[in-house]
Nanobody, 121 residues
Framework: QVQLVESGGGLVPAGGSLRLSCAAS????????MAWWRQAPEKKRELVAG???????NYADSVKGRFTISRDNAKNMMYLQMDSLKPGDTAVYYC???????????????WGQGTQVTVSS
């Protein structure tokens, strides 16, 4: 069992930066693939970035070069550094986890409650 709590969302002007954090509980953090997802109003939830326990990453094309995902297995933490933010990045951002090997879109069964990110134009 993995429990996830996000923090760090807020309101930021276009071009600004935010850092999201995800705190995970449970003894198996080092065994799970972690990811950030987001959902904008009236849109489907989409994978933003994923990371394996060994640090292999996967990014959505829309955020490559602007967002950086990382994790600290010793602290049971995951992060998303978001730079050069655009109004189109406005969404609720969710932390997610799964047991597996690939940081792709499939099979996430643990989710946080979400944190709102709003980018003003």
């Amino acid at each position: 069992q993995v429990q996830l709590v996000e923090s760090g969302g807020g309101l930021v002007p276009a071009g600004g930066s935010l850092r999201l954090s995800c705190a995970a509980s449970g003894p198996t953090f080092k065994d799970v693939v972690m990811a950030w997802w987001r959902q904008a109003p009236e849109k489907k939830r989409e994978l933003v970035a994923g990371i394996t326990s060994s640090g292999n990453t996967n990014y959505a094309d829309s955020v490559k070069g602007r967002f950086t995902i990382s994790r600290d297995n010793a602290k049971n933490m995951m992060y998303l550094q978001m730079d050069s933010l655009k109004p189109g990045d406005t969404a609720v951002y969710y932390c997610a986890a799964k047991f597996g090997f690939y940081p792709d879109e499939r099979g996430y069964n643990y989710w946080g409650q979400g944190t709102q990110v709003t980018v003003s134009s």
